[in-house]
């Protein structure tokens, strides 16, 4: 599993998957995805990104995954945070 958290990321996602063998899963990692670029989700250009990464991911058979807010985002597989934990029945400490 690798995370994309910054534009540089998103501007070689494709190379990355193409030439790194063993990654099965993506990471948008939806705060660093923002901070790191000066926008936040929502915004023109971060969706811009995130829709580059979602894209290529699924385009190359990979999991997508995100933030537990994401849940209902087209492609997304994977999710992170309280909400998913909660939902497998496991204890949340």
């Known amino acids: 599993m690798i995370q994309i958290e910054n534009p540089s990321g998103v501007g070689i996602i494709d ?3 193409e030439e790194v063998e063993g990654i099965d899963i993506v990471m948008v990692a939806s705060n660093d995805f923002g901070q790191q670029a000066g926008d936040r989700d929502g915004s023109p250009s971060y969706n811009a990104r995130e829709e580059i990464v979602r894209k290529s991911v699924l ?3 990979k999991i997508l995954a995100g933030p537990s807010s994401w849940q209902t985002r087209p492609g997304y597989a994977l999710f992170q945070g309280r909400k998913s934990a909660t939902n497998t029945g496991y204890p949340v400490r």
């Open 15 to 17: 190379d990355i998957l």
């Open 59 to 61: 385009a190359h058979g």
